[in-house]
Structure formats: C-alpha cells, structure tokens
C-alpha cells in the first residue's frame, strides 16, 4: 500500500461548483496532515494543515481529517479559475513528509 | 524575508560534469530538505539535514552529496551528472511541522 494515495485526477469543475479531493495514508501514528497546491511551472504551496479530526475552514478551503478512516479531504467551495491547480497530499508519519501524487483540478468558467 | 532561495531556476548540464544547486533560507529553519519532482513519480526527498552538520540520505540519494555548514545553507552536489537526473529540484525548510518550498531549480542533463 501506497504511503499517501490521491484519487487519480484530473478533476473538472464548473466555476461556483465544489472541488472535493480525497487523499488516504498508510501510517496509523502520523499526526499532522497538510495540503499543498501546485501551479505549472511553481513550487508547491501550503495552503491547510490539520491536525485533529474533524474540520478546519479557511476561507474557501475546508480540510476535513478522519484518523480513523486514515483519510483527509479537501474541499474548495465557489471554485475560480485561479483554483485551477495540483493539489498535493502530505502526510507527517515519524518526521518525515510523504506526499501524494496529486490531483489536478482544472475550473472551467 | 525572502523565506528559501534557490539558484539558478534553470541549467543544461552535459553527462559527467558536476554542478552544485544552491539552496538559502533566512527564517532560521533547522530542518531543511532536498527533493526532485518527475512526472508520475511526485516529490521524492534526495537529503535532509535537521540542522548544521548532520546530514542524511533520503528516499533517493544516490548521485547526489550535501552539506551543510551553517544554518542559513543546504548546497546540493551532483559529481557526474547522468540523463536519469534531469528533473525539477526544490529545497524546502521547516521549524516545525509546516514545511515550506523553495522556487525550484529545473534541471536538464544532456
């Protein structure tokens, strides 16, 4: 089993619409959870970390963290084409960040 | 604060030479981290260092040797670069849990 496994992408979403994207982790002591979003062409960017379950909002994002499941999501409400982006997965597990592969998610206005 | 530099943001290097990929950070971060990033493959860490003078190899060290003389930088050294390791390199930092990116080096060995 994959450390951190994203759903295989690309997401497109209508502009307005909710992006949700799903990410599972392997490792049952990891502690800390984050989200990064990557522009072609950039580096990856934090955007939610989260660290006890349940849901965390920021602005548009959401981060929800289910240990138990070993999931964590994220959901960006009222999408704009600026969201359009690769949304990375990591997962902190014995001080080391693994991460997904990432899901792509394309707004079409 | 500029947070994590990197130079150059682009090289053509031949099969054999040797070029070393700076990497800065002026947040007074510990742990800093060397990872390359290939299509289908994600971020895959190269090296670590959780603070001035110890080093460690990551998932895929090979070809590669740092070093890390100060706190501020975490040069990385290819000896004799090969095709297999052109790829897009970033250096990133952390104090604690929330790790953050350098703009990256796009590296292209020919």
């Known amino acids: 089993q994959k450390e951190v496994e994203q759903n295989s992408g690309p997401l497109s979403v209508p502009e307005g619409a909710i992006a949700s994207l799903n990410c599972t982790y392997s490792?049952?002591?990891?502690?800390?959870f984050f989200w990064y979003r990557q522009y072609s062409g950039k580096s990856p960017e934090l955007i939610m970390s989260?660290?006890?379950?349940g849901d965390k909002e920021d602005g548009r994002f959401t981060a929800q963290l289910n240990k138990a499941s070993q999931y964590v999501s994220l959901l960006i409400r009222d999408s704009q084409p600026s969201d359009s982006a690769t949304y990375l997965c990591?997962?902190?597990?014995?001080?080391?960040?693994?991460f997904g592969k990432g899901n792509q998610v394309v707004v079409i206005p | 604060n500029a947070g994590v530099t990197q130079t150059p943001k682009f090289h053509i290097l031949k099969t054999g030479q040797s070029m070393t990929l700076q990497c800065a950070q002026d947040?007074?971060?510990?742990?800093l981290s060397w990872y390359r990033q290939d299509p289908g493959m994600g971020l895959r860490r190269i090296h670590y260092s959780v603070a001035a003078g110890i080093t460690d190899k990551g998932e895929v060290p090979d070809g590669y040797n740092v070093s890390r003389s100060n706190t501020e930088d975490f040069p990385l050294r290819l000896e004799s670069a090969a095709p297999s390791q052109t790829s897009v390199y970033f250096c990133?930092?952390?104090?604690?849990?929330?790790?953050?990116f350098g703009p990256g080096t796009r590296l292209t060995v020919t």
């Open positions: 990591a997962v902190n597990g014995n001080n080391r960040l693994a």
């Open positions: 947040m007074n971060h510990g742990y």
């Open positions: 989260i660290y006890s379950n």
């Open positions: 490792d049952r002591v990891s502690q800390s």
């Open positions: 990133a930092s952390r104090q604690t849990d929330e790790q953050y």
